[in-house]
Each structure stands twice: as structure tokens, then as C-alpha cells.
């Protein structure tokens, strides 16, 4: 396992951005792959984005394909979710998530077996 601490959490307008980071501490964060999920009150934790050991391969959730982008930097163990044109349903409790993960279940919260504390994003209309 690895431990993970998300940043770059807000208050943003719609129609914003915010770009959060997840770093990882640990010399194995590259043979991991990472996600982010999100969790609004009252709500299940839904994912959002996965991205491969490598970075050559992600995935998205129907909800933020187009306007989220994730990526991830090897050399400083960080991965980051580029957020744009932020609607107030994208306000949620984001969190970043590793593990060892096949590609057909990158969106199912338990593949992943490392897990940060969450960053709290919030969209106001």
C-alpha cells in the first residue's frame, strides 16, 4: 500500500476550474494505477477517472468526460485531475485512490486498497 494525500479543494464557480493533486508517498506509486472518486452528501461514492502505471491508458466516467482530464507525474509520486467547466453536481468530497487494477475495473471502488482522506470541492451556481 501507499499512502495518499489529496490537495487543491475549493470553492469555485460554475463554469471554473480546479486542478487537485494526490501524492503518493513510496517508491512503488508507479506500478500503481491511480483513480478518483467523488462523494456528494447523501450519496454513494461514484468513480471518477483512472489512469494507468504508465499514464498511457484513462478512463472517465461518462459525467466528466470532455471537461475533466487526469494525469500523472512518475518522478514527483503525483497524480492530478484537471477540473473545467465545474457544474454545481460535481461538488462532492474527492478522493484519489491505487492499486493494482485491471482495466475493466478501473471504475469499481474495491480494486483500489490505498485510499487518501478527500478534498472537499464545492460549485456554486
Known amino acids: 500500500q501507499v499512502q495518499l494525500e489529496e490537495s487543491g479543494g475549493g470553492l469555485v464557480q460554475a463554469g471554473g476550474s480546479l486542478r487537485l493533486s494526490c501524492a503518493a508517498s513510496?517508491?512503488?506509486?508507479?506500478?500503481?494505477?491511480m483513480g478518483w472518486f467523488r462523494q456528494a452528501p447523501g450519496k454513494e461514492r461514484e468513480f471518477v477517472a483512472a489512469?494507468?502505471?504508465?499514464?498511457?491508458?484513462?478512463y472517465y466516467a461518462d459525467s466528466v468526460k470532455g471537461r475533466f482530464t487526469i494525469s500523472r507525474d512518475n518522478a514527483k509520486n503525483t497524480v492530478y485531475l484537471q477540473m473545467n467547466s465545474l457544474k454545481p453536481e460535481d461538488t462532492a468530497v474527492y478522493y484519489c485512490?491505487?492499486?493494482?487494477?485491471?482495466?475493466?475495473?478501473?471504475?469499481?471502488?474495491?480494486?483500489?486498497?490505498?485510499w487518501g482522506q478527500g478534498t472537499q470541492v464545492t460549485v456554486s451556481s
Open positions: 489512469i494507468s502505471w504508465s499514464g498511457g491508458t484513462t
Open positions: 485512490a491505487a492499486g493494482v487494477v485491471y482495466y475493466s475495473d478501473y471504475p469499481r471502488s474495491r480494486s483500489y486498497d490505498s
Open positions: 513510496g517508491r512503488t506509486f508507479s506500478r500503481y494505477v
